[in-house]
């Protein structure tokens, strides 16, 4: 027997590993890890919290003093000043002069430190906003695939109701070629296939439209081989009692990043009004320096010879020590306006903190209202599905004994079809917007 079909398998197998991985299909699980890990969106507002990271260790290191130093070099020619021996002379001459000098602020109304606790606060605020940057894409992601769900169990069955119609073209041509049954009869179905066809190919077309929105949602760069993995939806999860709204209320303010950051933008800005405020306050800094330099124009006293440099290095140096103690008196009225528009940005944080607050109340009304309706739906037409069923089996039992025009059998079964679709549309609605409650109540996404 040849080895040879053996040895192209293998190599199949080695050369081809990555394709077959990436046709395993996708839980919604992976969908959100692999969207919070690549979004770029997410990525540009990490960049965001770095900033207000460099922000705060800025804020940190401004408390140390400044310390500064320089040479310069300087070269005269015709008539000037020595700038060591105040002397006039009209010879060419040269110098040299080194310094260094530090600043420290003492005192400035404790502006210093009120920013750093406001930087602090900005830095928190950032990272809540990344959280709920986060949260955003991991419901939008939940969504889309409920939605893909939602269309491949729309498209199975324009599917199974195409394969039924055929099967019922079948029956009525050898019905018609026996006589049992006028020719129109048989047109009459066969005008319902190809209606069934449209219906499926337009149901395949939603679903690889839908399909598509996942993936870019999920910025995949080849989406061709992307599938999803369906839940096991055995039973669904009946809840006759959702809880209270103001219980999921109370719950979403203590675990939504955005009331936290709502929050933190209020204390933020009242930081920043303690700053203006601070600007009033006098500010104390000192500064000390040291400084010498070097000239061919400085003779030795002694020797009348240029002092040698070492000598004037010592000779030349200074050092000084100094305080500087300011009051603001009147500057354009500048501190003061400062102060009244940081109260009125204190007053807008707080509007923000209750519109946040009104806007998620609002949400979870909206959510408990939907997931009520879509339950009751769902249980109305559950039972709308059953009687439908059973209609529809008793027609097509009065259709192949001829009891029954082709007509009728359409309607029963276009009923069905009808309520079908209505069943799955209340069914993934309730499940959505349990879930929805439940990520209030701060239990994270999950289709289990």
């Known amino acids: 027997m040849s080895k040879f079909p053996l040895i192209l398998a293998a190599a199949c197998m080695l050369v081809f590993p990555r394709s077959v991985a990436q046709e395993e299909p996708w839980t919604l699980t992976r969908c959100i890890t692999y969207a919070l890990d690549n979004n770029i969106s997410l990525k540009q507002q990490a960049l965001s919290v770095d900033a207000a990271k460099n922000n705060l260790a800025q804020s940190k290191i401004g408390l140390l003093p400044s310390v500064n130093s320089g040479i310069s070099q300087s070269f005269r020619f015709g008539r000037s000043v020595d700038p060591l021996t105040y002397q006039f002379t009209t010879e060419n001459s040269k110098g040299a002069s080194f310094y260094t000098s530090s600043d420290l602020d003492l005192f400035r109304g404790l502006q210093n430190f009120r920013t750093i606790e ?153 930081k920043d009004l303690q700053i203006s405020r601070g600007r009033r306050s006098p500010t104390l800094s000192m500064s000390a320096s040291y400084g010498t330099g070097y000239s061919d124009r400085l003779k030795d006293f002694v020797t009348g010879e240029t002092m040698v440099l070492r000598d004037q290095l010592d000779f030349t140096s200074q050092t000084s020590l100094g305080f500087n103690f300011n009051v603001p008196i009147f500057n354009g009225w500048s501190t003061q306006t400062g102060i009244r528009n940081a109260r009125l940005s204190v007053a807008n944080g707080k509007y923000n903190l209750e519109l946040a607050q009104n806007q998620l109340l609002k949400e979870i009304q909206q959510a408990f209202a939907d997931a009520n309706a879509s339950l009751n739906r769902f249980r109305a037409t559950e039972k709308s599905v059953q009687a439908l069923e059973e209609a529809f089996r008793y027609a097509d039992q009065k259709l192949n ?32 917007n349990t879930r929805i409650l439940d990520f209030y109540r701060g239990i994270p996404i999950d289709l289990k």
């Open 118 to 270: 406001r930087n602090r606060l900005d830095l928190t605020k950032n990272l809540t906003d990344l959280e709920k940057a986060k949260n955003d894409l991991s419901l939008g992601i939940a969504r889309m695939f409920l939605q893909v769900l939602f269309n491949e169990e729309l498209h199975e069955i324009a599917v199974q109701q195409y394969e039924i119609t055929r099967q019922q073209v079948d029956r009525t041509r050898k019905m018609v070629d026996a006589g049992s049954l006028p020719k129109g009869d048989l047109l009459e179905i066969q005008a319902q296939l190809a209606t069934e066809e449209l219906n499926e190919v337009n149901a395949k077309n939603q679903l690889d439209l839908s399909y598509l929105d996942l993936a870019q949602l999920l910025d995949l760069k080849n989406p061709e081989n992307f599938r999803i993995q369906r839940p096991t939806f055995e039973a669904i999860r009946v809840l006759d009692n959702l809880g209270s709204i103001d219980g999921v209320y109370q719950s979403a303010l203590n675990t939504l990043p955005q009331i936290r950051s709502a929050e933190l933008g209020l204390k933020s800005l009242q």
């Open 401 to 432: 004994v001829g009891m029954l025009t082709s007509l009728e059998y359409n309607v029963a079964k276009n009923n069905l079809t009808r309520a079908r679709s209505e069943l799955l549309q209340a069914k993934y609605n309730y499940i959505f």
